[in-house]
């Protein structure tokens, strides 16, 4: 068995970006490298790299979130990057949404030892979830799949005038352009590209912006949605 790589101390910018929470950043640190590692949520070469790639990058999100929202971070996996933002900004009322159940497991042991009680784990779909969750005012997702088949996902969940932010790499301009049509049928009504992070992080980390109209994903999921909202109002009178 190769030796597990050990985690490097925080840098100094984590505690100007978690203040308060510093201890418990360092804490989540220390369970993504531990049981996060042990369960298969991230690879063993992240470890080394785990404060700026991975916590840092996902924390720095916070500059694009308006205040006093609800957040639906959208195939949460390991909690990235959900549980960075939720120490950051604990106006934030955020649902980590994870269909795998070994994730939100580790995500609900997670909320419950950081005492994180503005933070929801829900296990489902994106898909599956459309009416049974109240639309968000904000989506955010992290290496969960290419824009176009993302925006499938998280822009259906989002209320009318909410966001979706999505954190990428150096492909986010083509995935842009690539996905501007599908955009656009979803009821998108301006896309932007943003680099977060200045001082924390280096190279700065990379958002998609995507804002929609009084119909988020289209006409297709508004009847999608009412649908599952008739169907919910159903059961609870049952």
Same mark, same amino acid.
């Given at each position: ?98 269909? /795998?159940?070994?994730?939100? &497991?580790?995500?609900?042991? #997670?909320? +419950? ?6 933070? %929801? !784990? *829900? @296990? ?61 049928? /979803?009821?998108?009504?301006? &896309?932007?590209?943003?680099? #977060?992070? +200045? ?6 980390? %990379? !958002? *998609? @912006? ?29």
């Amino acid at each position: 068995m190769t030796e597990a790589a050990e985690l490097p101390p925080a840098p100094e910018q984590a505690r100007e970006v978690f203040g308060d929470r510093f201890a418990d950043a360092v804490r989540y640190a220390e369970l993504l490298a531990e049981a996060g590692v042990q369960r298969g949520l991230i690879g063993p070469r992240e470890v080394p790299r785990l404060w700026e790639r991975h916590l840092l990058n996902c924390a720095v999100l916070s500059e694009v979130v308006p205040e006093n929202v609800t957040v639906c971070d959208v195939g949460s996996g390991a909690g990235l990057p959900g549980i960075p933002l939720a120490l950051v900004r604990e106006d934030l009322k955020i649902t980590l949404l994870e269909p /795998l159940l070994r994730r939100t &497991t580790f995500l609900t042991e #997670v909320v +419950e030892l950081l005492g994180l009680d503005h933070v %929801t !784990v *829900v @296990r489902g779909r994106a898909e599956e979830v459309m009416g049974k969750l109240q639309p968000v005012h904000v989506v955010t997702a992290r290496a969960v799949a290419p824009l176009d088949r993302l925006a499938t996902w998280g822009i259906p969940l989002l209320r009318p005038y909410g966001e979706m932010l999505a954190l990428k790499g150096d492909t986010a301009e083509e995935e842009l352009k690539s996905a501007a049509t599908a955009l656009s049928k /979803l009821g998108a009504v301006g &896309t932007s590209i943003l680099h #977060v992070g +200045e001082g924390v992080v280096d190279p700065l980390s %990379t !958002v *998609v @912006r995507v804002e929609v109209g009084e119909s988020p994903g289209g006409v297709r999921f508004a009847a999608k949605r009412a649908k599952a909202a008739r169907t919910g109002r159903t059961r609870r009178r049952r």
